[in-house]
């Protein structure tokens, strides 16, 4: 009788230690798993916080103000881009990246000035 005891006592304390166990792997298992989507979520958000918020460029042979992420332009500048010098027309090929608005619009005050 007592032998049979001590096996269920066994078994029951191995049943008990290997669900703890898969227990303890699944759990550690999430909470890498989570840390990992926190890290790549924070990534993003700190790219997306240094991109610039507006971007003109030419578009289409008319100066555009693009905003963050969009591919259409936000509005079109009406303002001839064969009037800017050179140096300009070459930086609106590439894309000048503001900020804010208010730099926008200085930017934009300076050039029709």
């Not at 894309?95 to 029709?112: H, M, N, R, S, W």
Request: include cysteine.
């Amino acid at each position: 009788m007592r032998k049979i005891f001590d096996k269920r006592i066994y078994f029951t304390v191995l049943t008990a230690l290997t669900i703890s166990g898969f227990m303890v792997i699944c759990t550690l298992g999430q909470t890498i798993r989570q840390k990992r989507i926190d890290t790549k979520l924070a990534a993003a958000a700190t790219e997306e916080q240094n991109d610039p918020l507006y971007i003109l460029k030419e578009h289409e042979g008319r100066i555009a103000v693009f905003c963050r992420g969009m591919a259409e332009p936000y509005r079109y500048i009406d303002y001839s881009v064969s009037l800017l010098p050179e140096y300009d027309r070459e930086q609106l090929r590439e894309g000048i990246a503001f900020d804010t608005e208010q730099e926008l619009k200085a930017y934009l005050q300076d050039v029709e000035a």
